[in-house]
């Protein structure tokens, strides 16, 4: 499958713990962003990386998220002490240079209880 | 104002005919343009690209821009049940991906 990957699939945790998700993005693609959904809600932008280098970060992004690509290949997203309003399902989307198309993973659902 | 907006709906039309779903974005700089279908639980879906003015199409979509009106349109002819999904607006600014909140579509056999 060359397709964006995306682990886990499912994730439930305690109110106050830490989570960490896991982007793979298609092999050669540059870009890589990190997008959150909610129900009804179209996906909201978190940040992206352009290689190894976090271009932008939204400002609506608390400080507990924090997001890393080290080799500029598989990401990561980490959720220090989980809120229940983090609940929603993560999104990580990868697109080749120069072509502004984006290609979805199959998400992460986060539910803190 | 939203940047990228859609009415939520839902739409609903019967088989065979033609959906047509609206998105109008705020910022004028912006350069190209996506739809993308999302079924119920799953990760969204590129169905259609669109980078200047006027209409492209691919098979049952066409998609339509107007950079001077900042609206961008989806026809789906020949409906079926299977185009029964979220679809969102997507622009591009800055080089990140916008959307807007998405139309839910259903198709009534």
């Known amino acids: 499958d060359t397709g964006v990957s995306q682990n886990p699939r499912h994730k439930i945790t305690k109110r106050g713990q830490n989570v960490t998700f896991r982007c793979d993005p298609i092999?050669?693609?540059?870009?890589l962003y990190w997008y959150r959904q909610t129900l009804g809600q179209g996906p909201e932008f978190l940040t992206y990386f352009q290689n190894e280098a976090q271009l932008e970060k939204s400002r609506l992004l608390s400080d507990r998220f924090s997001a890393e690509r080290p080799k500029g290949s598989f990401s990561t997203l980490e959720i220090q002490r989980t809120e229940q309003g983090d609940s929603a399902m993560y999104l990580c989307a990868s697109t080749p240079e120069p072509g502004p198309e984006a290609f979805f993973g199959q998400g992460t659902r986060l539910t803190v209880v | 104002q939203k940047e990228v907006e859609q009415n939520s709906g839902p739409l609903s039309v019967p088989e065979g005919a033609i959906a047509s779903l609206n998105c109008t974005y705020s910022?004028?700089?912006?350069?190209?343009f996506f739809w993308y279908r999302q079924y119920s639980g799953k990760s969204p879906e590129l169905i259609m690209s669109i980078y200047s003015n006027g209409d492209k199409e691919d098979g049952r979509f066409t998609a339509q821009l107007n950079k001077a009106s900042q609206y961008v349109s989806l026809l789906i002819r020949d409906s079926q049940p299977s185009d029964s999904a979220t679809y969102l607006c997507a622009v591009n600014q800055g080089g990140k991906l916008i959307f807007g909140q998405g139309t839910e579509l259903s198709v009534k056999p």
């Open positions: 910022d004028r700089g912006s350069q190209s």
């Open positions: 092999s050669e693609h540059n870009r």
